[in-house]
């Protein structure tokens, strides 16, 4: 390298140095990954070509990336000539250095890259009653199709247990029923749903002529899911301007022991559509209809605020999409 290129280099030592202790972040002061894999790979091929060959750029573009490392440190790290490229003296001691940063950077990788293997093996679900029963077993045969190596763990329970367990970690991702997201999570309708007044054949409002108003609805002992549950935060809101609700008939922790109980002839009960087409097809159920009482309901996937779900979990969501 010329004694005018050399002077060059010192130039810019200066300007980086006045620079660089006004500057106290690293990454302005310590070459780039990229830059230190060229020059490793110069040291160890003795041609600045082979180097860009080898490291999947152009030669050009490996000559910018090596001069602006030089400007970077105040030093000549390479000779060219006709027979190849050396290292200079400076150029030696930096490749040293620069050895260690990228040992450093592949152990970091290795690291990296085991979390995200230990993250990929596993899927914590945490999913409300009704979506756990009717819904989550499809969605996770095709997770499992496409996903072997991912042990998959499911919580039920209300929609306000999903979320406090997606809060606190314990789940990776939610499944809940209601009329909101709930506070501190994020999410995204998956699918919709809608709850049905259903009886016993022999109960008497299988047998009326006139509809059943949502007066008479708010007014009777109701089978239903317990409080916090999706299912009966819609049906709260629903007959909120019906008047005040009667005490529940029954209160039970499950879709399934709700509509046995309703099967049973124990009374009428509010349950999802989802739950009751075997029973409404066998006659073992009949829906009520409440004109005028919307009973709707979205299904949503969440996750904490601000944390997009990733591996499996993303995967699961995006089979709820596809499938919903």
Not at 23 to 34: C, K, M, N, T
Not at 74 to 102: F, H, K, M, Y
Request: charged letters at 25%.
């Amino acid at each position: 390298m010329s004694g005018e290129a050399e002077r060059t280099h010192g130039d810019g030592a200066a300007e980086g140095t006045a620079e660089g202790a006004h500057d106290g972040r690293l990454a302005h002061r310590v070459p780039e990954l990229g830059a230190l894999e060229l020059l490793l790979a110069v040291a160890r091929l003795g041609s600045l070509g082979r180097a860009a060959k080898e490291l999947g750029i152009t030669q050009p573009a490996a000559s910018s990336r090596l001069r602006a490392m030089e400007r970077q440190l105040g030093v000549g790290l390479v000779e060219r000539s006709p027979r190849g490229s050396r290292l200079t003296d400076a150029g030696a001691l930096v490749t040293d250095w620069a050895r260690r940063i990228v040992e450093a950077a592949e152990a970091f990788d290795a690291g990296a890259q085991a979390l995200r293997a230990r993250r990929d093996s596993r899927l914590r679900v945490a999913a409300s009653m009704t979506i756990a029963e009717y819904l989550l077993p499809g969605w996770l045969i095709a997770l499992r199709s496409q996903r072997p190596d991912t042990a998959v763990s499911l919580s039920a329970g209300n929609s306000t247990v999903v979320a406090e367990r997606v809060l606190s970690g314990e789940a990776d991702l939610g499944f809940v029923e209601g009329l909101d997201v709930p506070s501190g999570l994020d999410g995204a309708v998956i699918g919709h749903d809608r709850l049905m007044v259903v009886a016993a054949p022999s109960h008497p409002w299988a047998r009326r002529r006139t509809p059943l108003t949502g007066r008479e609805l708010a007014a009777t002992p109701l089978i239903l899911r317990e409080q916090g549950s999706g299912t009966r935060q819609v049906l709260d809101a629903a007959l909120a301007a019906c008047g005040p609700l009667a005490p529940p008939l029954l209160e039970l922790a499950s879709t399934t022991a709700v509509k046995a109980a309703a099967v049973s002839g124990a009374g009428p009960s509010v349950l999802s559509e989802l739950a009751v087409g075997e029973e409404l097809a066998a006659r073992r159920l009949v829906e009520i209809p409440v004109p005028g009482i919307r009973l709707g309901r979205d299904l949503r996937a969440v996750w904490p605020t601000g944390q997009r779900p990733t591996g499996p979990a993303r995967h699961l969501l995006g089979l709820t999409r596809a499938m919903g």
